[in-house]
């Protein structure tokens, strides 16, 4: 799963309402953020399942409120908590697997995510987590219930106005395709980028389809700097893998072109990429900058 900073967090979320701000939201006009992705920005679904990839024990959730692990795989809220708390919502974005919540505290905010999924079916198999797939179809079930809480008419208004986030990648080549050999026998680094940008684009648009209109996706990290990474790093124990890292560069890049692309598909849609990599570049480079 990948791992988390709090510089990255807050430039994270920096990134967010700026998005929100170049397209006229304000706080107050998005009555909910409805999240996708792996464990960057799973609320706690994997409390729920059978998988081994859980963030319900110490030292996760020490910085949270009352210093529980909430089955956030970090030591406090998550981007999407900030981002949720900064729109006027509540200050943390339910998982949707956890049943003590109500459908109307869902109606603010609900997080489908899996630590450990990607958007190859594969890596959520590798994992037992949930796959995109699945969250999708969860969100399905979830308009559903909205229907039936709020009427037709209000639950149709929270879809469209809400703020989507995907958050998903990462897990693709760190947990797959790096370190299992079925990827990397089928699919070139390139041609495996470009089967991910593509199942990228096929999440984008089902969520379109069930009526989702403000959608962030957030591109990848320097993959090669995360600790796993550094760990296994044979040839320069402890130091970036480099080769890992412009990988992430290339599904970046990759990803930024078909975003433009679902823009002038998808009517109404307003669809924007998030550069984390550079941000999170930025951090590892001058961390004192950043506390």
Not at 78 to 83: E, G, H, R
Not at 171 to 179: A, G, K, P, Q
């Amino acid at each position: 799963m990948a791992s988390h900073l709090s510089g990255y967090c807050w430039l994270l979320t920096i990134l967010l309402i700026a998005f929100l701000l170049c397209s006229a939201a304000t706080a107050g006009d998005v009555p909910a953020i409805i999240v996708f992705g792996d464990s960057t920005v799973d609320a706690g679904n994997n409390n729920y399942i059978l998988t081994v990839a859980k963030g319900n024990f110490p030292p996760y959730g020490r910085d949270f409120d009352g210093g529980v692990a909430t089955g956030r795989f970090s030591n406090g809220r998550l981007v999407t908590d900030f981002v949720s708390e900064a729109l006027g919502l509540p200050p943390s974005v339910p998982a949707y697997l956890d049943t003590s919540y109500t459908i109307d505290q869902l109606a603010m905010g609900v997080s489908f995510a899996s630590g450990g999924t990607g958007l190859d079916s594969l890596t959520a198999r590798v994992a037992s987590v949930i796959p995109l797939s699945q969250q999708l179809e969860y969100f399905k079930e979830y308009i559903e219930r909205l229907k039936v809480a709020k009427g037709e008419d209000v639950a149709d208004e929270i879809i469209a106005e809400a703020l989507y986030v995907f958050s998903v990648g990462t897990n693709d080549f760190i947990i797959n395709y790096f370190h299992l050999p079925l990827r990397r026998a089928a699919y070139t680094t390139a041609e495996y980028v470009a089967h991910l940008v593509g199942e990228a684009g096929a999440a984008v648009r089902a969520a379109y389809e069930l009526g989702a209109r403000r959608v962030i996706f957030a591109g990848l990290a320097p993959i090669g700097c995360l600790p796993s990474a550094r760990t296994l790093n044979h040839d320069a124990p402890g130091e970036c893998d480099e080769e890992q890292s412009q990988v992430a560069v290339a599904f970046n890049s990759a990803l930024a072109e078909a975003i433009e692309k679902l823009n002038d598909e998808l009517a109404g849609a307003r669809v924007v990429y998030s550069d984390t990599y550079n941000v999170i570049s930025a951090v590892l480079s001058n961390p004192s900058d950043y506390g």
